[in-house]
T-cell receptor, first 113, second 112 residues
Framework: DVKVTQSSRYLVKRTGEKVFLECVQD?????MFWYRQDPGLGLRLIYF???????EKGDIPEGYSVSREKKERFSLILESASTNQTSMYLC????????????FGEGSRLTVL | QKEVEQNSGPLSVPEGAIASLNCTYS??????FFWYRQYSGKSPELIMS????GDKEDGRFTAQLNKASQYVSLLIRDSQPSDSATYLC????????????FGSGTKLNVKP
């Protein structure tokens, strides 16, 4: 089974702190994604990566950065957390091709005080 | 215009009935289509994928795709209370870095 593991299920941080959210997948997938999910707004793509050291902005990249130094690991970084970044963060991965289903991690619920 | 549109619901059906969930998409380059189920507080899980026009059945679930009308639907037969969840429609754009677009989801309530 595909496994996507997010390092923290729940985090509480203070405004201005630097936050790292880690994601690891074990299926040798090329593509990895970071979404945030908020009530009424659905899933919104923050960043994605289609190869090691490659990244592309999604729909809402402001205030975020990412790192992909190894194929299996994709990190989301909040350089200076703000209260409007309180959200559920979902990491996902997929393989190449038109049958590349997206597999999600369990999510990281971040609260910024 | 959003890439993927869904009625947010809630859609309420009695136990044992057929639930019909609908989704439209705007990009004719969309090549693959997926339905995800998401229980409250949990992450989405894939329940159906469909790649060509027509119907695809898997147990109580049937996905239907009409590329000419840019329409994809999910039918759930013999609905159970455990089917109560939010259902997300997703499309995959292969020409755009294998990028997925999600609808905002339809909340389904199955009443015992």
């Amino acid at each position: 089974d595909v496994k996507v593991t997010q390092s923290s299920r729940y985090l509480v941080k203070r405004t201005g702190e630097k936050v790292f959210l880690e994601c690891v997948q074990d299926m040798d997938h090329e593509n990895m994604f970071w979404y945030r999910q908020d009530p009424g707004l659905g899933l919104r793509l923050i960043y994605f990566s289609y190869d090691v050291k490659m990244k592309e902005k999604g729909d809402i990249p402001e205030g975020y950065s990412v790192s992909r130094e190894k194929k299996e690991r994709f990190s989301l970084i909040l350089e200076s957390a703000s209260t409007n970044q309180t959200s559920m963060y979902l990491c996902a991965s997929s393989g190449q091709g038109d049958t590349g289903e997206l597999f999600f991690g369990e999510g990281s619920r971040l609260t910024v005080l | 215009q959003k890439e993927v549109e869904q009625n947010s619901g809630p859609l309420s059906v009695p136990e044992g009935a057929i639930a019909s969930l609908n989704c439209t998409y705007s990009d004719r380059g969309s090549q693959s289509f997926f339905w995800y189920r998401q229980y409250s507080g949990k992450s989405p899980e894939l329940i159906m994928s469909i790649y060509s026009n027509g119907d695809k059945e898997d147990g109580r679930f049937t996905a239907q795709l009409n590329k000419a009308s840019q329409y994809v639907s999910l039918l759930i037969r013999d609905s159970q209370p455990s089917d109560s969840a939010t259902y997300l429609c997703a499309v995959l754009l292969l020409y755009n870095f294998n990028k997925f677009y999600f609808g905002s989801g339809t909340k389904l309530n199955v009443k015992p």
